[in-house]
């Protein structure tokens, strides 16, 4: 546990910039009706359940053109 205490000052920003990554890929998913491939429910899946690369592979592959 202690090992881990030692860590928390890195931790907090990673959290919260994948947190924050996440509700904003989340957002754009559930806004937007076009997408590249995909469709929005494959879409919520990624970006909810495979952490930080599941929005950027959202922003960089599956956003469809505005």
Known sequence: MENLMQYIPLLIPVIALEFILMVTALVHVLRHPQY???N???WVI??????????????VA?????
């Open 46 to 59: 990624v970006v909810l359940f495979v952490q930080i690369i599941g929005p950027v592979v959202y922003f």
């Open 36 to 38: 590249r491939f995909g």
């Open 62 to 66: 599956g956003r469809g053109e505005q």
């Open 40 to 42: 929005r429910v494959f």
